[in-house]
Structure formats: C-alpha cells, structure tokens
T-cell receptor, first 111, second 115 residues
C-alpha cells in the first residue's frame, strides 16, 4: 500500500529533551515536507526537501532540524523542545511538488 | 507571496442539502489550486486539484470546485451532502514558478452535516 508512515503517533516529552519524529514514504517521491497544524492557523510548513541532501526552510523552521540522507526518509528533529512546539505534526510527500500524500500525524505535547 | 483565505471556519448544513465552502487566494503569478479533506484523527487527503484546462474540476465523491481567475476564487461545492462528509476542508494554493513549488494552506473550514 502506498503510504507515508510517521512515528510515533503520540508523544509526550519534557522541555529540552531532544526527540526525533520519523517519516518514511514508499512511493519513491522526490518531494517531502513537514507541517505543523495548530487550531485556527491551518497548516504551516516547517521544512521541505526536493531530493536527497536538498532541504530548505519553510515558514516556521525555528527550533527544528531535518535531514534527507535517503529518498524515502525525512526525519524531523527537535533538539531542545519547548512548550510552544506542542502541536500536531504531519509529514507529506509528492512526486512533483503538487498533490501531496500525508501521513497520519504525530501529536506532540511538550511539558 | 501567495495566500489563501477561507472565511468560514465552520459550516453547519443539513443532510441532503447543498453546500459551498469558500476559498479565495492571492498571488502575483499564475497558480495551481487544491482542496484537501481531513477526517477526524487522520491526515489530509487530496480531494481535487486544478492545474490547467477546464476550470471546473470534480472529485470521485461528488464534490466539485470551479477556478475563477477574475474573482481569485476556488469554491468547493456539493449538491447534496451526506453524514460521511463531516470533516475539515482545506484549500491550498501553489505558485507556478521555477524551483520549489511551495504550497500554502488556508486555515480550514469544518463542515458539520446535521442528520
């Protein structure tokens, strides 16, 4: 089944403790992207990648890191999480930069 | 810079009634337009997209949207809604330009279908 897989689905962590949210797609898509979804704000892009080793900042990159060492994987790293990063996170992939396939989401709570 | 406005945060509608979810965009160049649907506790799913050609695009579950360049709109319509259409709907826009095709999402409209 063609899909984008994120792990974990739910995560509660403490301020300052480094964490990684994994994302993997099995569709050989070139483009991958991370979004955060907050009530009333819709989806805001954190980082995106056009191919292996090609990444760039989206609209809200502060406090996040990404890497794209393999085509299928695009992990999101929070080196020192803070409570304002409590959110619902989505990874998505696309063959051409249009029409994205989304993962099921990761609900992160930072206390 | 591109932007998307979904003026209605919530739209309640009775089952079998028609519905229109409004979307307006702003961009200095030509655009591609999208509607996504998000069911509770799920990720977004692409509902339909306008890339070129006919300005009226349809989805497999009865929704349609019409690209209106003069009014910079891409409203989503369905002539008769079902309970299963209850979800949040996001309009999105992407500039047609070189390089990365950034997609900007609206803030979403929650469609509540009332039995």
């Amino acid at each position: 089944e063609a899909q984008v897989t994120q792990n974990p689905r739910y995560l509660i962590t403490v301020t300052g403790k480094k964490l990684t949210v994994t994302c993997s797609q099995n569709m050989n898509h070139e483009y991958m992207s991370w979004y955060r979804q907050d009530p009333g704000l819709g989806l805001r892009q954190i980082y995106y990648s056009m191919n292996v080793e090609v990444t760039d900042k989206g609209d809200v990159p502060e406090g996040y890191k990404v890497s794209r060492k393999e085509k299928r994987n695009f992990p999101l790293i929070l080196e020192s999480p803070s409570p304002n990063q409590t959110s619902l996170y989505f990874c998505a992939s696309s063959p051409d930069g249009y029409g994205y396939t989304f993962g099921s989401g990761t609900r992160l709570t930072v206390v | 810079a591109q932007s998307v406005t979904q003026l209605d945060s919530q739209v309640p509608v009775f089952e079998e009634a028609p519905v229109e979810l409004r979307c307006n965009y702003s961009s200095s160049v030509s655009v591609y337009l999208f509607w996504y649907v998000q069911y509770p506790n799920q990720g977004l799913q692409l509902l339909l997209k306008y890339l070129s050609g006919s300005t009226l695009v349809e989805s497999i579950n009865g929704f349609e949207a019409e690209f209106n360049k003069s009014q910079t709109s891409f409203h989503l319509r369905k002539p008769s809604v079902h309970i299963s259409d209850t979800a949040e709907y996001f309009c999105a826009v992407s500039d047609i330009s070189g390089g990365y095709q950034k997609v900007t999402f609206g803030t979403g409209t929650k469609l509540q279908v009332i039995p």
